[in-house]
């Protein structure tokens, strides 16, 4: 056998992700903050870049018409594809030219902003109570006087959890500050006293003991109570009415007192908050239907420094800082354009999804229907992945409410609605409101609501039934009715 060595040509074409193209996919992911904060820092990196963050006290108006300005002349160029010009010169960004024209969706620079209904005032807790280590630490300065006790006390307070409970063990506490065990014994014992009741248990027996013996309801008969919390998590009444040794009627008024407890009463100090964050897209109702609009008094804009590009060009006459300068352009340039790509991109989903969930705008939740990535895709001709991006960080404000764009999609399964479909998401809802609605002595069992929903031209199994209501942390039928017998509604 004879091996030669020969040379050919071929051609292939290939898919490369550039630096670029990355940070174009991520921009899609960031929502108005998160956009704010990258533009920022591109800013800082970048001289030619400018970025104005609107005010959140600007009226709406004010903030639609510095967005107005601040995308310029050059808009409706770069919409149709003719600003040459920006395009950058390395081979990268030549690679990572895109066309911007994706749906013609009216005037993008509408007042949907001044129509706003998502009100960030109202939405805001006003005099935010103390935290739990806030209250705590001044009530140890003013029921301590010993420097160790005080040393003791405020190693406790820096154990305790959210709930108001010690999260260590007195002797691990004792041994990490090297004090006798009854010396930090006798601190806890002091520090159980401080109000609200309850603060510093153990365990959950001790925290209601705490709080019955502070409001004088505690007894021997409540103590048995407590001792059997166990049979009453389970509802069995009988085996805990034998266990207390009480009659049914005491036994009811017993634990009508112990339902008045809290059993986390370091909650009543959470007074941080969730953040609230605005939504990226608005939908407002108008007489010609329903309107889609960007946040833009939220929306951080971009502009280049065209008059100062073009003085530090000319005033360079080396040819490396030319050449750095022109780089800078570019990318400054290409940034501007990627991120009315982005904002395109939304817009058209937002729309798309809007306009195929009109009935959930109008009714609420249990008239969503069937929605799938795959379809807003194919209407307006992006891939699967882009819309996946966009709606799993974005969020949009609804007549129904402020919601993740990721919330609105559903699989749909055989029902009565147009297309034969149900949204499942819908079907959940409709069977929590079916569980809610259901006579206390006698709970809907999973065959049952099968039933009741086939009724309705809902075909479900009786295992999709449990996983929904799973889902939604709702207890079987037999935990339902012993619950409600521990409530006294039987």
Not at 91 to 111: A, P, V
Not at 467 to 489: E, H, T
């Amino acid at each position: 056998m004879k091996f030669t060595a020969s040379q050919t040509i071929t051609q292939k074409q290939s898919l490369v992700i550039t630096a670029q193209l990355q940070q174009a996919i991520k921009l899609l992911q960031m929502n108005n903050f998160e956009l704010g904060q990258f533009l920022e820092e591109q800013s800082n990196e970048n001289p030619f870049l400018e970025v104005e963050t609107p005010n959140q006290h600007e009226t709406p108006s004010t903030a639609n018409d510095k967005q107005e300005s601040a995308e310029g002349p050059g808009a409706t160029d770069i919409k149709s594809g003719e600003a040459t010009t920006d395009t950058p010169i390395t081979n990268e960004g030549m690679e990572n030219t895109f066309d911007t024209s994706l749906l013609d969706l009216g005037d993008r620079k509408s007042s949907g902003a001044a129509q706003q209904d998502w009100d960030l005032i109202a939405s805001t807790v006003e005099d935010a109570p103390p935290s739990l280590y806030a209250h705590v630490c001044q009530e140890i300065d003013q029921l301590l006087d010993d420097p160790k006790e005080r040393m003791i006390g405020y190693a406790m307070a820096e154990a305790l959890e959210p709930s108001g409970w010690l999260g260590q063990g007195v002797d691990e506490i004792a041994q990490m500050l090297r004090v006798p065990d009854d010396l930090a014994e006798n601190v806890l014992t002091k520090l159980q006293s401080i109000e609200p009741a309850g603060l510093f248990a153990r365990s959950l027996r001790e925290c209601l003991s705490l709080q019955a013996m502070a409001t004088d309801t505690y007894c021997e008969d409540f103590g048995k109570l407590l001792e059997n919390l166990d049979l009453l998590a389970m509802g069995d009444l009988v085996a805990l009415k034998r266990a207390c040794g009480v009659s049914q009627d005491h036994l009811r008024k017993l634990i009508s007192s112990l339902r008045s407890l809290n059993p986390k009463p370091g909650t009543l100090f959470d007074g941080g908050g969730t953040p609230i964050r605005a939504p990226d897209l608005i939908v407002s109702a108008t007489p010609d239907g329903w309107k889609v609009d960007l946040n833009r008094t939220t929306m951080p804009s971009v502009q280049v420094n065209r008059d100062y590009a073009k003085t530090a060009l000319k005033s360079v006459r080396n040819d490396e800082d030319k050449k750095f300068m022109s780089e800078r352009v570019a990318d400054a340039n290409w940034l501007r354009r990627a991120i009315d790509q982005r904002n395109t991109t939304t817009l058209a989903i937002g729309a798309e999804i809007v306009r195929r969930q009109q009935d959930f705008l109008d009714k609420g939740i249990e008239a969503l229907r069937p929605l799938i990535l795959r379809d807003i895709a194919e209407e307006i001709e992006v891939h699967e992945s882009t819309v996946s991006r966009v709606t799993s960080g974005l969020m949009m404000a609804t007549p129904q409410g402020t919601f993740r764009l990721k919330a609105l999609f559903s699989v749909g399964l055989q029902g009565n609605g147009e297309d034969g479909t149900e949204a499942a998401s819908a079907i959940k809802y409709k069977i929590k409101k079916l569980i809610d609605a259901e006579p206390p002595k006698a709970p809907y069992s999973d065959d049952k609501i099968v039933n009741i929903m086939a009724k309705e031209g809902i075909k479900l199994a009786r295992r999709t039934v449990a996983k929904y209501r799973d889902m939604q942390s709702i207890p079987s039928s037999v935990q339902r009715r012993r619950a409600a017998a521990v409530a006294g509604l039987v």
